[in-house]
C-alpha cells in the first residue's frame, strides 16, 4: 500500500510534531533533526535524500522518528 502524500509529490505526509513538554522552537528543530539522523541510521532510509522507495522502508523510517521524537516529550500525529 502506498502512504497518502500531503503535496502530490510521492513522499510519504509529514509528521505534526508538537511539544508537550514546553520546549522552544529552536529546541524542538534541534530534536527533530536528532531524531531523523537517527531514524536514517536506525532504518538506511533518508527520506530527504533517497528518492521514494518501498513503503514499508519508510514506514520504518516513519516508526523510529516518532519513537525517538515522543521519547523526548513531543506528541507525533
Known sequence: ???????????????????????????QADDEYACHRWAVGQTGY?????PPGPAGRRDDYRRAQTA???GRGYTVK
Open 46 to 50: 533518508d527520506p530527504s535524500a533517497t
Open 1 to 27: 500500500g502506498q502512504l497518502p502524500d500531503d503535496d502530490g509529490d510521492g513522499l510519504p505526509e509529514r509528521l505534526f510534531v508538537y511539544p508537550a513538554q514546553g520546549q522552544g522552537p529552536l529546541q
Open 68 to 70: 525517538c521524537l515522543e
